[in-house]
């Protein structure tokens, strides 16, 4: 388990990165969402079932990745701060940065906590 927050001495939220088979059981137990956040041709193109796509980045080109200005916005239309999630990628590194986001907007605001957030 690792933690998400600043350097400075803000609290730390607890963040768990699970692998393959404790994600499948985390799901399978239909008491977590998962949030793929993989651009939407690569969502399309096959997905956990269930799963709810908001892409951390909306295009790679060469001059570089054009992040999300929505994500936490667009996660938050679709899940509370209460609910547990997944959030999951083809590698591991967007979602690492995803969640990271999502604590940090959970930090920001009135929230206190956004619920058991796992990276896959």
Known sequence: MGSLGSSDGEKRLPVESVNTEAACALLASEQYGYVDVRMWEDFDRGHVAGARNV??????????????????????????????????????????????????????????????????
């Open 55 to 120: 892409p951390y980045y909306l295009s790679v080109n060469p001059h570089g990745k054009e992040r999300n200005l929505d994500f936490v916005d667009q996660v938050a239309a679709l899940h509370s701060t209460h609910d547990r999630l997944i959030v999951g990628c083809r590698s591991g590194v967007r979602s690492r940065l995803a969640t990271a986001d999502l604590v940090a907007a959970v930090s920001s605001s009135s929230a206190t906590d956004w619920s058991n957030l796992l990276t896959y």
